[in-house]
């Protein structure tokens, strides 16, 4: 197995449970159940690889509160190496509040707080020189990294003969590839979803979204498809429209893109190609809607090839 350095956001979830419509100005609305989970696109990352029993370390930015206590103390229970995480006095840790409608979609509401401060000199070298594939998750919502800051990260990592992979988030500025154009020369893998795939290129279509982004300098894409399951593309010209497990009615779908980009980094360090990679990926993101929370439904390497064999896909 190689070791999975997972870089870049950390939010603390406070999921609300379920929300179908706002309350109107001055009234409020019963909900049946909130409760905090370890949350962000790295974090979320690191914890299901830790589950699934994989190495993998965090490289994110907490704040000096309680909050960064128990985002470090969860991903220390799950086996993740901590050592790379900073904190910082200038904000608060980031914090999400993910409201759960009656269909398992999510909405969010997001305050960037100390992931805003996240940037290339608060990852200690030493520490990172130990990993083998270097992840950036959560790309848009790290304003102090992204662009040509990670860039130039990416570049020193892959020279340094690692695999570089990167997924994105919402862009809640609205600038999309600017953000990140410089980056994608220096990615092996791409695996942004679908609706920010659509934001990035400006097409509709998985296959042309997936041309743009390999003439942008992508090394491989990956573009996650939701229900549909995933188009994978090793190559340009080598294509994959892996489906999703069927028959999982979801209770929950936070988290279920990064459970997939843990799963199918997981393959590739086992050595597997992205085909059965991308099949395993879907078993995971699949364990992980079955229960409320970003990581809490993620379950061990063994019980997933499981779930994967009863849902009767061979892998």
């Known amino acids: 197995m190689k070791k999975i350095a997972c870089i870049g956001s950390a939010t603390m979830d406070v999921m609300v449970a379920p929300v179908d419509a706002m309350p109107p100005a001055g009234t409020l609305y019963a909900v049946e159940s909130t409760s905090l989970h370890p949350g962000g696109c790295a974090v979320n990352v690191a914890m299901d690889l830790g589950k699934l029993g994989f190495p993998a370390g965090a490289f994110c930015m907490f704040g000096e509160d309680s909050f960064g206590d128990i985002l470090t103390e969860r991903l220390s229970a799950q086996g993740v190496d901590v050592r790379g995480i900073a904190r910082?006095?200038?904000?608060p840790t980031t914090v999400s509040v993910v409201l759960v409608g009656s269909s398992g979609?999510?909405?969010f509401l997001y305050n960037p707080g100390s992931t805003a401060y996240f940037t290339a000199d608060a990852m200690d070298q030493v520490i990172l020189s130990e990993y083998d594939m270097i992840f950036v998750a959560g790309a848009m919502?790290?304003?102090?990294?992204?662009?040509?800051?990670?860039?130039?990260?990416?570049?020193?990592q892959r020279k340094a003969g690692k695999f570089t992979a990167m997924d994105t988030a919402w862009d809640p500025d609205g600038i999309w590839l600017d953000k990140i154009r410089a980056v994608l020369p220096h990615l092996d893998l791409f695996m942004?979803?679908?609706?920010?795939?659509?934001?990035?290129?400006g097409?509709?279509?998985p296959h042309k979204m997936a041309d743009r982004l390999f003439a942008l300098g992508c090394g491989s894409v990956v573009i996650k498809l939701g229900k549909r399951g995933a188009l994978v593309c090793p190559q340009k010209d080598k294509r994959y429209l892996i489906p999703a497990?069927?028959?999982v009615k979801p209770l929950d779908t936070t988290g279920a893109g990064d459970a997939f980009c843990a799963g199918f980094l997981a393959g590739l360090s086992l050595?597997?190609?992205y085909e059965k990679s991308a099949i395993f990926a879907h078993g995971v993101s699949g364990c992980c809607i079955l229960q409320r929370?970003?990581?809490?439904g993620i379950v061990s390497l063994e019980q997933t090839l499981t779930f994967i064999k009863e849902h009767g896909v061979t892998i």
């Open 245 to 247: 497990i069927s028959g």
């Open 271 to 273: 050595g597997w190609d």
């Open 141 to 156: 919502l790290l304003p102090a990294f992204d662009g040509a800051s990670c860039a130039s990260f990416m570049e020193q």
């Open 293 to 296: 929370g970003a990581s809490a």
């Open 203 to 205: 097409e509709s279509d």
């Open 105 to 107: 979609e999510r909405t």
């Open 192 to 201: 942004p979803s679908k609706a920010e795939a659509e934001q990035l290129t």
């Open 88 to 91: 910082t006095a200038a904000a």
